[in-house]
């Protein structure tokens, strides 16, 4: 299924179900957020949050930790604007199924706190049915997208 | 797949009768270092009968929602057991972190160490 606004990303990797393997990868993409320049600080430790939450949930919920299947990742990187899909091979999720972990009931549960964080810290997220792919961007306040 | 030795993940300091927890690690990341946070922080309470924990985070600069959920159970521990978790020193960017998901309203968290032992 095509996004209609998905961007072209000129960068695609693939990476085993790995949380070393995915550090590399954020180390990476870190790296070139640097040099490629635009954002604030506090914005590098949004995206560096949303990737982290992002990957892990591939590799954990929607892969199961299984290293036989895959994580696919593509970006786009240009000064104050970042542009990532990522996919599992996971079954997929409906991420309107998870509850609301600010929800005082819910406090003292591990649910969706990952989600939330994502969702306040990008400026765009989309989960593409059935679930195992996540598009986020972020572009900079300083309107250098 | 252990890459990592399993070293102590935290530095410990008695100030009166209460324990203050000082992070080694900058960013409390990854599933393997999270685990044995949690077993360092659960072991306080489970084992050594620490009952007033002061969790300074003057040393962390990034951590992920999987660490907040071992702080979850870590608050609950300490509870269950009649005492108190008291946190400081929390970055602002953490902060944020902290607020988004409620748990700013859960924990009892301070701007210094000098405030949060008086808090005890």
């Given at each position: 299924?095509?996004?209609?606004?998905?961007?072209?990303?000129?960068?695609?990797?693939s990476i085993p179900s790995d949380l070393e393997e995915a550090r590399q990868?954020?180390?990476q993409i870190e790296q070139q957020l640097m040099e490629v320049g635009g954002f604030s600080e506090a914005e590098i430790f949004a995206i560096k949050l949303a990737l982290e939450e992002a990957l892990v949930n591939a590799i954990k919920h929607g892969n199961q930790m299984d290293r036989s299947k895959m994580v696919h990742v593509a970006f786009r990187l240009e000064t104050g604007r970042f542009d990532i899909q990522i996919a599992d091979e996971g079954p997929g999720f409906d991420p309107d199924d998870v509850p609301d972990c600010t929800d005082p009931e819910n406090l003292e549960r591990p649910c969706g706190r990952g989600l939330l964080l994502m969702r306040h810290y990008m400026n765009r997220i989309d989960y593409i049915p059935p679930g195992n792919i996540v598009v986020m961007s972020k572009w900079s306040k300083n309107g250098q997208a | 797949m252990s890459s990592q030795p399993r070293r102590r993940r935290l530095e410990?300091?008695?100030v009166g009768d209460v324990t203050v927890v000082n992070f080694v690690?900058?960013?409390?990341?990854?599933?393997?270092?999270?685990?044995i946070i949690g077993e360092q922080l659960f072991d306080l309470?489970?084992?050594?009968?620490?009952?007033?924990?002061?969790?300074?985070?003057g040393n962390v600069e990034f951590l992920s929602s999987a660490a907040l959920g071992k702080l979850i159970t870590l608050n609950k521990k300490v509870q269950t057991a009649g005492g108190k978790l008291v946190m400081c020193n929390i970055a602002r960017s953490i902060m944020?972190?902290?607020?988004?998901?409620?748990?700013?309203k859960m924990f009892k968290i301070f701007?210094?160490?000098?405030?949060?032992?008086q808090a005890f």
């Open positions: 299924m095509n996004q209609p606004d998905s961007p072209h990303y000129p960068t695609r990797v990868l954020q180390d | 410990l300091e008695e690690d900058k960013k409390i990341l990854d599933e393997q270092n999270i685990q309470v489970d084992n050594q009968q620490k009952r007033k924990i002061l969790l300074n985070f944020e972190v902290f607020e988004i998901t409620k748990l700013d701007p210094d160490e000098q405030a949060a032992l």
